[in-house]
């Protein structure tokens, strides 16, 4: 990004009554960004505004706001999943000094330089030292990863460029963590800035031309999809691997669309003389394949196919992924169009249209049969009135890839061979019942089965801590996996020294909300001392002092998900519908980790609020205890602390439960989450009734926050 000044006048201002200006960081063809304070959490934040809707007609704004906020949501939802796409936080829009409208989002802050910074060059001579295709891979993994979780939800980047990853810290070396920027909401404003910005004469390039696919130059070698990021990820690796040097050579854009598409020499390692293994250059062959059906349909199969010619054994396997209308979309060979393949699908290596069923192990192989569907309906993103006004747009990325054919005619369908006579009528076979297969009961080391069934969830009770679990009504659960323990504090680090999710706080935070400042900090300063992050005695005690993204991260990266409210209040709660988790008896020291006289003491020591405790003994831990220190509370599948120790994070966004007649609530705003099952400083017995459930502020991290996770049998 370019050096800019401040022509908008934000320097010095504060946005949304929260967002301090500081300073320009710098500007590109789309937006101008500003390092800011958030005035709450006194922590830096980025303050992207894109400056390329500044133009937009009155009259348009609201649709414009509407599918920006759309492109938001989107961005929220892939940076919350992993750690390697920059973090969306806020987004609105902002009327400047100067009376000109810009929408802008927040993003978390980078400390660190673009990989371009640490790659280029400098007159045709390298910055960086050369790499091995091993040493390449290992640096460019978790970016991999995070395109390629990206792809399994139906999103393709487009505009791949060592300038759009950024490393954090000041060492380029394996296992530091690089971050994709500009994913998705640029791409749309490309789109949507085009139809804003006739007036001025102002030309918007879609791709940087340095590292651009066949197709985004010409259309007719297929659609730009997931792929085009395959392609222009095996040009950053390249480039990498040669100490900065690019691998498509030019100066201008005819040029750079002539070395992308030129089948004699194609712009793979060994063209320039790396040394590779035949396997690895062949991934490579088949990553930079001039035609979009030649190429790997997604970074999840390139990747692994880059790992295995690598003969990394144990690297972790890449999920097939799946859109969110259940389907992937992958090059269809045909003029370039795409097809789908519904969920559950493996990807295969070489992509095809549809196999015939592989046969068993006892018989002959049968050949793959191929079959021509017939040409998909091109159905391009609707944005309201937007998408009349932009038309058909050549070239131009959008966020969210859908099902399109690149040109030409569609093909029409094989002749059918004419009806033959059947000689021979045989009688109809005895119908044969076939029972249905079991369900399957198998789950992840570490994890219990639950066997699905209906039960009620919530609860009839009138006390007033219980009014957020009113009404009872009746639930569907399936089968399920659940860890047995919560995640520990060892656990969770060992993922953060990996560099797939981030480091747990070490100070506990929650909204002021009505509390006097002081209290506030007093509370927050007691508190910070129970982070267990860091604390080499507490390895085995429940990791708190997390955010809900961190947690769900977690699981994800682990094969796993969150449960949902309904899954944890149906483990906590039993088949048999017992009281509490352990049974019908009253709570004590043997069954959990809540408030006894050791909290009492610790919370006068600390100038707290007296609180009663919830039982009159001392159960010998202040803060988190060990996890599984509490038997006595098992659930009858063996689960342990689903009350007690830490409250816990779950899936759910919080809302009210539907009314007793049946009407929906009304949705409930703010970014809260669903925590369940008390923690060591509950003191209200109601804290370990399964149907408890609070809304907590998903940026929290705090004392008595932690998780477990969740996961479909296999």
């Not at 408030?595 to 988190?624: I, S």
Request: include cysteine; glycine fraction near 10%.
């Amino acid at each position: 990004m370019a050096e800019a000044v401040d022509r908008f006048g934000l320097v010095g201002t504060l946005v949304a009554d929260k967002y301090f200006i500081e300073r320009v960081v710098g500007e590109g063809g789309f937006g101008i960004v500003y390092r800011a304070n958030h005035r709450i959490w006194d922590e830096p934040v980025a303050v992207k505004c894109f400056t390329a809707l500044s133009n937009a007609p009155v009259e348009m704004r609201e649709e414009l706001l509407e599918a920006f906020v759309r492109e938001g949501k989107l961005l929220t939802a892939l940076s919350s999943r992993t750690t390697g796409i920059v973090q969306a936080r806020d987004i609105g829009t902002l009327t400047t000094p100067g009376g000109v409208w810009l929408p802008y989002m927040v993003l978390e802050w980078l400390d660190g330089r673009p990989l371009e910074s640490w790659i280029g060059h400098d007159d045709g001579k390298p910055r960086s030292q050369e790499r091995s295709a091993l040493e390449t891979f290992n640096l460019m993994d978790g970016c991999a990863r995070a395109l390629a979780l990206a792809h399994g939800r139906g999103v393709a980047h487009r505009d791949i460029k060592p300038a759009n990853f950024f490393v954090l810290g000041d060492t380029l070396a394996p296992g530091v963590v690089i971050k994709v920027l500009d994913f998705g909401i640029a791409k749309v404003m490309q789109s949507q800035a085009r139809t804003a910005m006739q007036a001025t004469g102002t030309q918007i390039s879609s791709f940087t031309p340095t590292y651009g696919a066949p197709e985004q130059f010409d259309r007719s070698y297929g659609a730009t999809g997931p792929w085009t990021d395959v392609y222009q990820m095996a040009l950053v690796l390249v480039e990498i691997m040669r100490g900065g040097l690019p691998a498509l050579e030019g100066e201008q854009f005819i040029q750079f669309a002539f070395a992308t598409q030129n089948t004699q020499r194609r712009p793979t390692p060994r063209t320039f003389g790396i040394t590779i293994s035949d396997a690895v250059e062949a991934v490579f062959q088949k990553a930079l394949a001039v035609k979009v059906v030649d190429r790997y349909p997604n970074m999840g199969e390139f990747w692994t196919g880059l790992a295995a010619a690598l003969e990394l054994k144990e690297y972790p396997a890449i999920q097939a992924g799946e859109t969110t209308l259940g389907q992937t979309v992958v090059p269809d060979g045909q003029g370039g169009g795409l097809k789908t393949r519904r969920s559950g699908e493996l990807l295969a290596q070489q992509p095809v249209l549809t196999m015939s069923a592989p046969p068993t192990p006892a018989s002959p192989p049968v050949p793959a049969t191929v079959v021509t569907p017939p040409a998909p309906t091109v159905k391009p993103m609707a944005v309201g009135a937007i998408a009349a006004i932009v038309g058909a747009l050549v070239a131009v990325g959008v966020a969210v890839f859908v099902a399109t054919r690149g040109g030409g005619e569609a093909e029409k369908p094989p002749e059918q061979p004419p009806p033959v006579e059947a000689k021979v009528v045989e009688p109809p076979k005895p119908e044969v019942k076939v029972e249905p297969p079991k369900p399957p009961t198998s789950c992840p080391d570490g994890m219990a089965f639950v066997t699905g069934k209906n039960f009620f969830m919530g609860t009839e009770s009138e006390k007033p801590v219980l009014a957020l679990a009113r009404p009872l009504h009746k639930v569907e659960i399936r089968p399920f996996c659940i860890d047995i323990y919560e995640v520990t504090t060892e656990k969770y680090e060992a993922c953060s020294d990996k560099g797939e999710c981030k480091r747990a706080y070490r100070d506990a935070f929650w909204p002021q909300g009505a509390s006097k400042r002081a209290d506030w900090d007093k509370a927050k300063a007691a508190y910070t001392t129970l982070c267990n992050a860091g604390n080499e005695e507490r390895k085995q005690h429940p990791i708190n002092c997390v955010t809900w993204a961190q947690a769900d991260e977690y699981c994800r990266v682990h094969g796993g998900r969150l449960p949902s409210e309904a899954e944890f209040e149906f483990a906590a709660r039993g088949s048999d519908g017992r009281v509490f988790p352990w049974g019908d008896g009253a709570p004590s020291p043997e069954h959990l980790n809540a408030c006894g006289t050791e909290c009492v003491a610790w919370r006068k020591q600390k100038g707290l609020p007296p609180v009663e405790p919830m039982y009159a003994a001392d159960d010998k831990f202040v803060g988190t205890a060990p996890v599984g220190s509490f038997p006595g509370g098992k659930t009858e599948n063996g689960l342990f602390d689903l009350v007690g120790n830490v409250f816990e994070w779950t899936a759910d966004r919080f809302e009210r439960y539907p009314t007793a007649e049946g009407e929906p609530a009304p949705p409930m705003p703010g970014n809260n989450r669903v925590i369940r099952g008390g923690a060591f400083n509950s003191s209200e017995p109601e804290h370990t009734d399964p149907a408890l459930r609070f809304p907590n502020d998903a940026d929290a991290h705090t004392h008595g926050i932690g998780f477990r996770c969740a996961a479909d049998p296999r």
